[in-house]
Each structure stands twice: as C-alpha cells, then as structure tokens.
C-alpha cells in the first residue's frame, strides 16, 4: 500500500498510524511478513505518496481471510480520517529463475 496523508495529519498521528501498522503482525497469526518505510527517492515520481506499508502472506487465501479480521478492519479505521489517498497492490510473487 501506498499513503499519501492529509495535510491535517500531525506527526503524532502518523506515528500512532504506523505503529499500528508494525501492531498487526502481533494481532494477526497470518502475517508473514511486515514492512514499512519513508519514501526517500530522489526522483519526483512519487506523486507525493509518502508512506509505503507492506505484508505478505502465503497465499491468497491466507490473504483473504485476514481482510475481515477486527485487526485489520481497525487499522483501516485509524487510518480512514488522516489518508488523502491510497494505493492498493496485491501481487503474486514471480521468480523467473
């Protein structure tokens, strides 16, 4: 995922944001995998999304059945008032090797 926040959105609430992200790993048993970071690029590409919070799961049904969790779902909460846009990737792992 990838967040773009409100201007209204504090650094206190980021913060509280993000350590709600690095909390889901603890709520919920499917989480493989958590990451999250700042973007740091130096090339203006980024159309002004700031934040990048990634999880990964082994596989999609995994990943289906961690959407409706009460975890999840009061992330989103949290996040719904300070969020001016959102970008959603899934993706399937390839290796071409």
Known sequence: MRLRFKQVAS???????????????????????????????PNALSNRFTHYFML??????????????PAHLAFLERLKPFSEDILLVDYKVRNDD
């Open 56 to 69: 990964n799961f082994d596989g999609e049904d995994v990943r289906g059945a961690y959407q409706p969790l």
């Open 11 to 41: 650094p206190s609430d980021i913060s509280a944001i993000e350590r709600s992200f690095c909390d889901l790993r603890q709520c919920i048993g499917s989480v493989r995998g958590l990451e999250w970071g700042i973007d740091v690029s």
